[in-house]
């Protein structure tokens, strides 16, 4: 049977090779045909040809695949998807143009439960491959209400004609008028950004449950400004507007996790597994997302880079919050006793923080993380410091894409 997918990308497109892959030597354009059997780390489905790996994005494990290489490197190829031969079980059309062409919903083409499935598939992979841990139980915790329309922040692009998200692995810019991904509120603030003309990277930020809309800019506009009172940029002088969400403030130009609906899943699961703490060290706070809705009893200090993120979390009143790099974080580590220390470094990780943290004489360590590889770097230390994980859960805080976010719970050695 051959099942032409509507839609597929072109050779013109880009696509990006996964952080741990060598960097392309050469372009070549070959026909093959693929049988796709795993997912890798990025996302790409996997297969293999006269038995070199080959990464083809937008293939899904059980597709037979007419592709194009495209590049090869002397570990692997690299290749584009030219036609669905033999569709997977798992594979779905999705009812929505040109989803292809965006770099945000990468995997609307796959099916649940074997998305989720293989999302813990990729974090275990890491985990064995980087790390050395195996047979590790990895829970799985979602909302099958909020796989479309939950995502609460987004960066957009404009070139003054065209407007909407970048193109998988390039700064093209596919002209967007909605997204599937995107809450209701987030579309509805595209449609009006739409009309304005923009050049340059915008990012919104909606409230879900109330009429805030934060619009974040590296350029000022006094067009934007008219149609979001909130909008701000990095050139205005005084405080960034902000709103409050579940009694975390929100602030214009600063990181939240990508919903605000779907955050509850995190915070929710952090807190399960830090307990009943007498002392908390919040590492990489921001707007302390993670701690502020701790019990009064506990204390909590936050430490992060972004000055105006933990200015609003202490001005809530509740713990200590403020600006500091990783030699301060350090310092607090080794100097200080805590019952439990938490963290959630951005993607790189928080290798430079592993020494410290595998000799601290904390109780409990916490460590959320949205990339499985960086967290398994990690992890690699603190087991070598002799922490272990006694409880881990993926969270797909990120439906229909290949991001998962991670939360580990270590004890050390008995």
């Known amino acids: 049977m051959t099942f032409k997918k509507p839609g597929v990308p072109t050779t013109t497109d880009k696509y ?9 030597m050469k372009d070549i354009h070959v026909s093959q045909t693929i049988e796709i059997t795993a997912v890798g780390h990025g996302g790409a489905g996997l297969g293999r040809i006269d038995g070199q790996v080959c990464f083809v994005p937008y293939g899904i494990p059980g597709d037979t695949l007419a592709i194009t290489i495209t590049k090869s490197t002397k570990k692997v190829l690299w290749g584009e998807l030219v036609e669905v031969i033999e569709p997977s079980p798992d594979r779905v059309e999705p009812n929505y143009p040109g989803w292809t062409r965006s770099g945000v919903s990468t995997w609307l083409h796959f099916k649940y439960p074997a998305q989720a499935q293989w999302k813990r598939q990729i974090v275990r992979g890491c985990l064995g491959h980087i790390a050395g841990i195996d047979e590790l139980e990895i829970g799985w915790r979602e909302d099958p209400e909020l796989r479309t329309g939950y995502r609460t922040r987004a960066e957009f692009h404009g070139d003054g004609k065209r407007f909407g998200f970048y193109a998988l692995g390039s700064h093209d810019i596919v002209d967007t008028t909605r997204c599937p991904l995107c809450h209701p509120k987030m579309n509805d603030a595209l449609t009006k950004l739409r009309e304005l003309g923009l050049k340059g990277s915008v990012t919104v930020t909606v409230n879900p449950e109330g009429d805030d809309v934060l619009v974040w800019t590296g350029f000022q ?69 993670l701690t502020l809705g701790l019990p009064e009893r506990c204390e909590v200090i936050g430490i992060d880079h972004n000055k105006l993120a933990v200015k609003a979390a202490d001005r809530v009143g509740r713990g200590t919050y403020y600006a500091g790099q990783e030699s301060t974080m350090i310092k607090r580590i080794k100097e200080d006793q805590w019952d439990a220390i938490l963290l959630d470094p951005p993607r790189a990780g928080a290798k430079v923080l592993v020494p410290a943290l595998a000799q601290c004489h904390a109780r409990t360590l916490v460590y959320v993380s949205c990339d499985p590889a960086t967290l398994a770097r990690d992890l690699k230390g603190l087991y070598d410091g002799g922490w272990r994980v006694v409880q881990m859960n993926a969270l797909d805080l990120f439906p229909n894409t290949a991001h998962v976010e991670t939360v580990c719970l270590l004890k050390r050695d008995a």
């Not at 990006?16 to 392309?24: D, I």
């Not at 409050?244 to 952090?270: A, E, K, M």
């Open 16 to 24: 990006p090779v996964p952080h741990n892959l060598l960097t392309p």
């Open 221 to 289: 506009s006094r067009k934007l400004k008219d149609r979001f009172p909130l909008a701000g940029s990095s050139k205005d002088e005084g405080h960034p507007s902000r709103f409050f969400f579940d009694g975390i403030p929100i602030v214009n130009g600063t990181f939240s996790q990508s919903s605000l609906l779907l955050n509850r899943l995190l915070v929710d699961t952090v807190h399960q597994y830090l307990g009943k703490p007498t002392s908390v060290l919040d590492l990489y706070c921001g707007n302390g997302n």
